[in-house]
């Protein structure tokens, strides 16, 4: 397969309402999509890098930059070029793993495209729809929070997922729990935490959650190791796993007896895969996170959750849950599912008024 050109791309989209966590609050997305244009096909990507470095230590500018100074002419010098073999070409350039998801993504869509094959075929999908949870940012009061919720599985969300940093816990968990009964109920602390909080965080073993979702900071895996010889809910980790081999440490070490797959946070859907596996052999479940995306990376993610490890419901929701209007074609809820793309690639296009509407900038990098 030969490429032609890259197409950088970033769009504006305004989000239906803040989404508060941790670090910081989102009104708005500034989205990174590549199209890669092959002598057969094109395709698409989506880089999951936030604007500032707050969720990890890439941002959108830099995954911007180092596309067109190191990664995109690493591609065109290559030989041969594939999916398979994007993460190969870019492996001597350190870390950047959300800009190298977004390439190769694009480049997978683009061949999958020219052989007639579906991204949830190639990755070895077992499920023609997905279960679909929900995330819930941080508000300003409790009661605000459960009318939010109240109408989240009014729609038809099957499991909650309530942010929490310090100050927002104990009292939100308990105002659910009490309020809605036995759903499907877990935490996300984004890092926020530390040991010294493992008596704190014990306060929420009553509450029969889920999981408690990457509570430390993403280097400290012997920290969610100790913590959870002290806690009873199960931990997850999401920041932590950055790799197969991350993921296989963590599992070893007991530092988690759940995982949260990011394609975006690993390097690629492939590296996705693989993460899956090993959480498989090790009979760790896992489930798939959620940066915001648009319908080209929710399409990409329902087609990943379709994999028999996938076995807890994900973030990959509708696509009314973040946007008035995506830039595809909109994804729905039918009965607390998504039905995963069965087109060629991803399975989706971009509509191209809308997706000119939010566009703010364009670039073509041509490589023939």
């Known amino acids: 397969m030969r490429l032609d050109g890259i197409e950088l791309r970033r769009i504006d989209m305004p989000l239906v309402a803040p989404f508060r966590t941790s670090f910081g609050t989102e009104t708005r997305r500034d ?65 950047h793993r959300m800009a190298k998801a977004a390439l190769e993504m694009a480049v997978l869509d683009a061949e999958l495209k020219e052989k007639g094959i579906s991204f949830a075929r190639e990755l070895g999908a077992v499920h023609d729809r997905v279960p679909c949870g929900v995330s819930v940012s941080i508000m300003d009061s409790v009661a605000e929070l459960l009318d939010a919720v109240d109408g989240y599985l009014a729609e038809g969300y099957q499991r909650i997922k309530l942010k929490i940093e310090p100050g927002w816990d104990v009292e939100p968990v308990a105002a659910v729990r009490e309020k809605f009964g036995d759903i499907l109920l877990q935490v996300d602390a984004n890092a926020a935490y530390s040991l010294a909080d493992a008596s704190l965080l014990g306060r929420l073993d009553p509450f029969d959650l889920l999981l408690i979702e990457q509570p430390f900071d993403e280097e400290d895996v012997r920290g969610h190791a100790q913590l959870a010889r002290i806690i009873s809910t199960p931990i997850c980790l999401d920041e932590s796993i950055t790799s197969a081999r991350a993921a296989a440490d963590a599992i070893a070490l007991g530092a988690c007896r759940i995982v949260n797959i990011k394609p975006g946070r690993v390097g690629g859907y492939l590296e996705a895969r693989r993460i899956h596996d090993v959480c498989v052999a ?16 929710r399409a ?15 973030d990959t929701s509708a696509s009314d849950r973040y946007y008035q ?39 073509w990098i041509a490589l023939g």
């Open 282 to 297: 090790n009979g760790v479940p896992v489930w798939c996170g959620g940066m915001l995306e648009t319908g080209i990376g």
């Open 325 to 363: 209007k995506d830039i595809t074609d909109p994804f729905t809820l039918d009965d607390g599912h998504i039905a995963v793309p069965t087109g060629d690639g991803i399975g989706v296009e971009p509509v191209v008024d809308i997706l000119e509407e939010y566009t703010t900038s364009t670039e």
């Open 300 to 314: 990409a993610n329902l087609a990943l959750a379709a994999l028999p490890g996938f076995t807890l419901p994900g």
């Open 31 to 95: 989205v990174l999509l590549v199209r890669a244009v092959t002598d057969a096909a094109e395709g698409w990507g989506e880089c999951v890098a936030m604007v500032d470095p707050l969720y990890s230590s890439e941002y959108v500018d830099a995954a911007a930059d180092v596309m067109k100074r190191f990664m995109i002419p690493a591609l065109a010098e290559a030989d041969r070029l594939d999916g398979a073999r994007v993460a190969h070409i870019l492996s001597p350039l350190r870390g």
